[in-house]
Nanobody
Framework: QVQLVESGGGLVQAGGSLRLSCAAS????????MGWFRQAPGKEREFVAA????????SYADSVKGRFIISRDNVKNTVYLQMNSLKPEDTAVYYC??????WGRGPYDYWGQGTQVTVSS
């Protein structure tokens, strides 16, 4: 079992930056694929970014490519999402997720509780 706790959300002006963190419990973190998803009000949850177990492979949604960077620290059991050049349309609850086998856009086995990101225009 893995527990995921996100942090780092908040209110930021358009063009600003935020870094989200996701701290994971459990000894198997370094073997899991990790991902970030988001859900805006009235919309379905969507894929944002993913990273493989070693951190050497990443994937991004087209809407965030070139602005967001996913990374991980397997010593600290933490995955990060650096968000730059934020836009109002990035406003959403951001969720961290863990995948026992493989990596990519889904499906995922474990989910965090989410952290709110609000970008003002």
């Amino acid at each position: 079992q893995v527990q995921l706790v996100e942090s780092g959300g908040g209110l930021v002006q358009a063009g600003g930056s935020l870094r989200l963190s996701c701290a994971a419990s459990g000894r198997s973190f370094s073997s899991y694929g990790m991902g970030w998803f988001r859900q805006a009000p009235g919309k379905e949850r969507e894929f944002v970014a993913a990273i493989n177990w070693a951190g050497g492979s990443t994937s991004y949604a087209d809407s965030v490519k070139g602005r967001f960077i996913i990374s991980r620290d397997n010593v600290k059991n933490t995955v990060y999402l650096q968000m730059n050049s934020l836009k109002p349309e990035d406003t959403a609850v951001y969720y961290c997720a863990a995948k026992r086998t493989g990596w990519g856009r889904g499906p995922y086995d474990y989910w965090g509780q989410g952290t709110q990101v609000t970008v003002s225009s």
